[in-house]
């Protein structure tokens, strides 16, 4: 029954910014550490961001200076918002969440991935 959510993918200009989002749904106990991944076509999955729940993050360098990574606990729910974006960030970004459920039990999760496209 848990589930997460990822919104905010879409088209945008070489520059531009983008902000995406990941909601965890569902009776969880509590939240570990939350993180956005990337994967382009013929390529390897890549940590981008992640955070724990005391707030402690951690950029990829590719994202060091330009994304940022937060939380909103009341909402259970993560973002990354996304500057001076360029063509090599285009890629599928999956929500991947590791928490304990409602009953205490590990759970890592994925979302459904929100796909992100930098034009030229």
């Known amino acids: 029954q848990v589930r997460l959510v990822e919104t905010g993918g879409g088209l945008v200009q070489a520059g531009g910014s983008l902000t995406l989002s990941c909601e965890v749904s569902g009776i969880i106990f509590a939240v570990n550490v939350m993180c956005w991944y990337r994967q382009a076509p013929g390529k390897q999955r890549e940590l981008v961001a992640g955070?724990?729940?005391?707030?402690?993050?951690n950029n990829a360098d590719s994202a060091k200076g330009r994304f940022t990574i937060s939380r909103d606990n009341a909402k259970n729910t993560v973002y990354l918002q996304m500057n001076s974006l360029k063509p090599e960030d285009t890629a599928t970004y999956y929500c991947n969440a590791r928490l304990l459920g409602g009953r205490r039990e590990y759970l890592e999760l994925w979302g459904q991935g929100t796909l992100v496209t930098v034009s030229s």
């Open positions: 955070i724990t729940n005391p707030g402690r993050t």
